[in-house]
């Protein structure tokens, strides 16, 4: 005699479970949002890679000109940005802003662009952080005979944009 267990009712034998689907619309805004998010992710990896050499020269350059050390930032310098500027110039500027950029800084844009028939450019832009509230520097370098250089730098007061001039 089988057992009360065994026994299902015919109606019970016929359902089948079934899976949940997850609507094809929503699949393909995953995809395209993890598309989206790969893609970030790589173009800040590429920024950051490619920025890395000018970065430093540009740091240097920043911390030379914090530092009033109008000596060795005129060393960073191109040779177009030395003929148009002298050192005791650059010093006569460093002195007047240099006080005025005292604080922790921190780049906040890069940017770099390769043209044909063109020197490889990058543009450096970094919020100081002072006394007196947030300072923007921007440095403008190129690249030269495989050595990055320094032809340009502005700060101000309001936010500078990496767009290279």
Do not use: C, H
Not at 33 to 41: E, L, T
Not at 131 to 154: A, C, D, H, M, P
């Amino acid at each position: 005699m089988p057992s009360q267990n065994s026994k299902q009712s015919p109606a019970y034998n016929n359902i089948v479970p079934t899976k949940k689907r997850i609507p094809t619309w929503l699949k393909v805004v995953g995809i395209i949002a993890v598309i989206f998010i790969v893609a970030i992710i790589v173009a800040v990896i590429v920024a950051t890679t490619a920025t890395k050499a000018p970065q430093k020269i540009s740091d240097q350059f920043v911390n030379d000109l914090q530092s009033s050390n109008s000596s060795a930032a005129y060393a960073l310098t191109s040779k177009t940005f030395q003929q148009a500027t002298t050192e005791e110039q650059l010093d006569n500027i460093i002195q007047r802003v240099g006080p005025v950029l005292q604080g922790q800084e921190k780049v906040t844009g890069r940017a770099i662009e390769k043209s044909a028939g063109m020197p490889e450019t990058a543009v450096l832009v970094y919020t100081v952080k002072t006394s007196n509230g947030n300072k923007y520097i921007r440095t403008e370098l190129q690249k030269s005979g495989g050595v990055w250089q320094v032809i340009n730098f502005r700060s101000a007061n309001n936010p500078l944009d990496t767009t290279v001039e």
